[in-house]
């Protein structure tokens, strides 16, 4: 089995910690396995960003993917990934898209090639 399945716990528990700091009330979540890819996707109705802010999180979330390490923090998922962050995150995915309005929340969706 891909390490990938591992890992889907721990990415969200990331975003959904992360919502829950910026506020959110509500949270929605899916995660598609579509053909060669999944995709996850976290919605929020929290504070959002600013332009700074989400050009931090754009970094964090295309760190190239790390397939060596993939497999060591996949091992993490029934830990909290405090501490270890977005960064992480982005290390486990290969694509991201945020799109994100102050005071209106936030939305990522996440893609990782099998």
Known sequence: MHSYRRNIRGILDELFNNAIKAGATNIEAS????GNQVVIRVKD???GM???QLKEVEKMLSRPR???LEDYY????GQSFQGTGLALVGMMTDKA???TEPDKGTEI???INL
């Open 109 to 111: 969706t996440l893609y």
């Open 31 to 34: 995660v598609n396995f579509d």
């Open 50 to 52: 600013d332009e700074e």
């Open 97 to 99: 898209e945020i799109v």
């Open 45 to 47: 109705n929290g504070e």
């Open 66 to 68: 790390r397939e060596e």
């Open 74 to 77: 996949g091992s993490l998922a």
